[in-house]
């Protein structure tokens, strides 16, 4: 079963036009990341949350935007999208412990049209 | 500043043959490292974690070693499939989350398996 759920799958914008990234996570875990994975490159840490506590990244640009309403639920907001925010975007979870694993979600693949 | 470097960036093998995948780091003072395995247009599945108290971790097919004074980690793969292919990344941890433990990731190899 799917611990860590990213919705939608894909999804397509236009320049501009506001877009919103869900995930959620049945895992209980305290942290949640977003990272931005482009073609070919390393995930990029945007922000992360530790319970309602958020951490954002010195350069993840204004434009994107993070609300974490509950513990299971984070979502991912781009206020103006732009032709360079087209990425594939992970949400991961992990609990603060020892070796603190990440778990990551299966991605949302965002165009920007 | 960490950097994580993964070499060679593609790698293409035959079925059967065992190998190995590089990571390289350059801040030897970490807490953890994770090797992940991504395959294409998907999110990054674990693979193996290993603490820096750690030499090495084991599972299935798959051994993750750590040498920490050379900054050096390398994923043994025996007897490949080519169920293995994707691209696999390494990242570093340097404490944990309330002491600066963000993830700093490699760029990944890309691993071919061919029949």
């Known amino acids: 079963d799917a611990m860590v759920i990213q919705n939608p799958r894909y999804q397509v914008t236009q320049f501009g036009k506001p877009v919103t990234l869900s995930c959620s996570q049945t895992?209980?875990?305290?942290?949640m990341y977003w990272y931005q994975q482009k073609s070919s490159q390393a995930p990029k840490l945007l922000f992360h949350y530790y319970d309602k506590d958020f951490n954002n990244e010195a350069d993840t640009p204004d434009n994107f935007q993070s609300r974490r309403p509950n513990t299971s639920f984070c979502f991912l907001d781009i206020r103006s999208p732009g032709l360079g925010d087209a990425a594939m975007y992970l949400c991961?979870?992990?609990?603060?412990?020892?070796?603190?694993?990440?778990?990551f979600g299966s991605g949302t693949q965002l165009s920007v049209l | 500043k960490q950097e994580v470097t993964q070499i060679p960036a593609a790698l293409s093998v035959p079925e059967g043959e065992n190998l190995v995948l590089n990571c390289s780091f350059t801040?030897?003072?970490?807490?953890?490292l994770q090797w992940f395995r991504q395959d294409p247009g998907k999110g990054l599945t674990s693979l193996l974690l290993?603490?820096?108290?750690?030499r090495e971790q084991t599972s299935g097919r798959l051994n993750a070693s750590l040498d920490k004074s050379s900054g050096r980690s390398t994923l043994y793969i025996a007897a490949s499939q080519p169920g293995d292919s994707a691209t696999y990344l390494c990242a570093v941890r340097r404490g944990i989350y309330n002491q600066g433990g963000k993830l700093i990731f490699g760029q990944g190899t890309e691993l071919s398996v061919k029949p």
């Open positions: 290993i603490q820096s108290s750690q």
């Open positions: 991961a979870t992990s609990r603060v412990s020892l070796n603190e694993k990440l778990f």
């Open positions: 801040d030897s003072a970490i807490y953890n």
């Open positions: 895992l209980n875990h305290n942290v």
